[in-house]
């Protein structure tokens, strides 16, 4: 009986941890490695395009499920208290996002159905590309214009 009572609270304690962990998560950090993902996914899915890699049909899933996942991430990591950015970065979030956050959450719903759509759709180099230049263009390229600031 002790020993369950040990074990039971020992495993709360560690999930308390990894919550609080969770939590304290900086999110320009967090933010800064789910695009640094999008970004490699979106360059093998380019390079599949190009001819330059064979085409395969499992990384261009992972590729998808990824943006996916920053669709849904992404938005939320951009509370107030991170709006000056992290000046050692070259490139940093525009206060524009702060002053139209409704339109900023709205075009990651839009990437996420994109990349939703993708997913059903995509099934050979052609209609690889045709989704991956919508999704290059309309989403990414896109919101990169209006709220991603470069500095220098």
């Known amino acids: 009986m002790i020993r369950t009572v040990f074990a039971v609270a020992t495993t709360a304690a560690i999930a308390l941890g990894v ?8 999110p320009i950090k967090a933010r800064k490695a789910l695009m640094k993902a ?6 093998i899915l380019s390079d599949m395009s190009k001819g330059d890699k064979p085409y395969d049909q499992a990384a261009v899933t992972k590729a998808l499920a990824t943006f996916q996942d920053a669709a849904a991430k992404v938005p939320n990591l951009f509370p ?3 709006k000056d950015g992290d000046p050692s970065d070259q490139f940093n979030a525009s206060p524009k ?3 139209n956050m409704a339109d900023f959450k709205a075009r990651f719903v839009k990437f996420d159905e994109d990349a939703k759509a993708a997913s059903a759709s995509v099934k ?7 989704a991956l230049g919508n999704i290059g263009k309309n989403d990414c390229g896109a ?10």
Do not use: M
């Open 124 to 130: 050979d180099v052609d209609s690889l590309k045709a």
């Open 97 to 99: 996002i702060w002053e």
């Open 19 to 26: 919550c609080v962990a969770v939590a304290q998560e900086d």
């Open 80 to 82: 107030p208290n991170t």
């Open 38 to 43: 999008n970004g490699d996914q979106a360059k």
């Open 143 to 152: 919101c990169h214009q209006d709220y991603r600031l470069k500095k220098g």
